[in-house]
């Protein structure tokens, strides 16, 4: 039985319970003061007015119980399950080894603010509003293609983001200090008008690995950098045709968010606000800030 299952029904007991012992306290409590107080009452109204108050409680205890419970860790709009998942248990050859999620920080980075942290999760707010995720991960990364394919691994994220209605913008294998990282920026759309955009780097080894996202939404006035971007296409071109073909770089999912022109980094001077400005100016400070720990440093590498 799920831990969540079983709350909800200890929650269900305790509101019958609650429901009953309060109809039966009212009842016994309205019977005696009626009689003391207004002897000519009818009973049958205090059995109404018992059972009105048990009715009132069986229906506003779980809402309450329920308000208490969500509103202890309000999830983040940008915590969608695709970035954050179950918490693992760390093996005990990298405990042994004194590997844990404090093994990569970035502490010097200006304008973080910690909202939460287990043993494999932590999440800050940047103060303009920004989510930051760091994401200890207990086990080898299975990806069928060799980072030392460096195009090859740009097809499969090209292809997986899209499947998931998102695009691929950029994708590259650096080293952070002689580490392998994978670093990706992406963007999918938003519910009702908008972009949002993740960069992330994921520092691989052999046993385990650490991924870091840093995301960021349009806000305000939305499209503003494609639509001037664009404008400055549409006039090299003679037909739609051939301007879609020059700005656009379509994906497998023709329903999924598509990279064009607007988010080449050559743009980001122009628009240094803009979420996708943001995302690459967050990966050159991580390469900076980073601080990767002699215990993880001298780990297995992986395999390339």
């Known amino acids: 039985m799920e831990k969540d299952d079983l709350i909800d029904q200890l929650l269900m007991i305790a509101r019958i319970g609650l429901s009953l012992a309060l109809l039966m306290i009212v009842m016994v409590a309205g019977l005696v003061l009626s009689k003391k107080l207004i002897p000519d009452l009818n009973p049958f109204l205090v059995l109404v007015a018992a059972i009105g108050t048990a009715v009132a409680s069986f229906i506003s205890f779980p ?4 308000r208490q419970r969500v509103t202890a860790a309000p999830p983040s709009k940008f915590a969608r399950e695709d970035f954050r998942v179950a918490e693992k248990m760390v093996p005990i050859e990298l405990e042994k080894l004194g590997i844990s999620i404090d093994s990569v920080h970035f502490s010097g980075m200006p304008g973080l603010n910690l909202v939460e942290r287990d043993a494999t999760w932590a999440r800050w707010q940047t103060d303009e509003g920004d989510i930051v995720f760091l994401r200890f991960i207990p086990e ?3 990806n069928p293609v060799p980072l030392s394919d460096t195009s090859g691994v740009r097809q499969q994220y090209k292809d997986m983001v899209a499947q998931q209605g998102a695009a691929m913008i950029d994708l590259d294998i650096v080293s952070y200090s002689g580490i392998p990282c994978m670093e990706m920026i ?3 759309r938003m519910e009702h008008h908008g972009m949002a955009y993740a960069a992330s780097a994921t520092l691989m080894w052999r046993d385990f690995s650490f991924n870091i996202a840093f995301h960021s939404q349009e806000r305000g006035v939305t499209g503003l950098r494609d639509a001037i971007v664009a404008d400055k296409f549409l006039a090299k071109y003679e037909s739609m045709e051939e301007f879609d073909a020059a700005f656009h770089d379509r994906s497998s999912n023709p329903a999924a968010a598509q990279r064009n022109r607007s988010d080449d ?3 980001d001077v122009d628009f240094p606000d803009h979420p996708l400005s943001r995302c690459r100016q967050f990966l ?6 980073i601080v990767i720990m002699p215990e993880v440093r001298n780990a297995s590498p992986c395999q390339m």
């Not at 050159?284 to 800030?289: E, G, N, Q």
């Open 284 to 289: 050159r400070d991580l390469r900076t800030l």
């Open 186 to 188: 992406s963007k999918t």
């Open 63 to 66: 809402k309450v119980a329920k």
């Open 265 to 267: 980094e050559c743009y």
């Open 140 to 142: 080898p990364i299975q």
